[in-house]
């Protein structure tokens, strides 16, 4: 089993950053895929961003790349999402995620999810 536990949600006003953790605890000696998704009010759990096991594949959805980065601690154990020039479209409920599998931009293929971080970006 692998748990994860995501921080670093909170209100930003358009244009300002954030930078989300999720933390990566249990069986991490295998090589897990790292991925962030996000869901808004009313609509689907929309793909954000993903990264290999190894650091040298990722992957982003198109409404975020170049505003939105991920990256893997020196020990592996925490995931970020650095996000920049927030939008108020933005706003969501972040989830990270794990998969055993290779890198993926569909929900379904992750095994691991965490419980979830708001943010929120006013106008």
């Known amino acids: 089993q692998v748990q994860l536990v995501e921080s670093g949600g909170g209100l930003v006003q358009a244009g300002g950053s954030l930078r989300l953790s999720c933390a990566v605890s249990g069986r991490t000696f295998r090589s897990y895929s790292m991925a962030w998704f996000r869901q808004a009010p009313g609509k689907e759990r929309e793909f954000v961003a993903v990264l290999s096991w190894s650091g040298d594949s990722t992957n982003y959805g198109d409404s975020v790349k170049g505003r939105l980065t991920i990256s893997r601690g020196y020990a592996r154990n925490t995931v970020y999402l650095q996000m920049n020039v927030l939008k108020p479209e933005d706003t969501a409920v972040y989830y990270c995620?794990?998969?055993?599998?290779?890198?993926?931009?569909?929900?379904?293929?992750?095994?691991?999810w965490g419980q979830g971080t708001q943010v929120t970006v006013s106008s």
């Open positions: 995620a794990a998969t055993v599998g290779g890198i993926s931009t569909r929900a379904r293929e992750y095994e691991y």
